[in-house]
């Protein structure tokens, strides 16, 4: 994962990354691996209290969150 993000990062402005939600803390290193984050997240299956976490712990790994994107379930 890590050779694919360096890979990534050096080629292209924008990587938009998809996954799982989980308890673990790997995600911290992926999030913190960007300059910019743009979180998406699901209405009626993320909540409030999910994006403000995801938010506060961005700002720990020094990424800049540009905003949000909410998208509705089908």
Do not use: K, Q
Not at 34 to 56: K, M, N, Q
């Amino acid at each position: 994962m890590t050779d694919a993000l360096e890979s990534a990062t050096e080629h292209y402005n924008w990587v938009l990354l998809e996954s799982p939600s989980s308890e673990l803390t790997s995600g911290r290193a992926v999030v913190g691996a960007f300059r910019y984050w743009i979180p998406i997240v699901e209405l009626g299956v993320a909540s409030r209290e999910d994006l403000e976490r995801g938010l506060a712990w961005a700002r720990t790994t020094g990424v800049e969150t540009l905003g949000v994107v909410a998208i509705d379930s089908p």
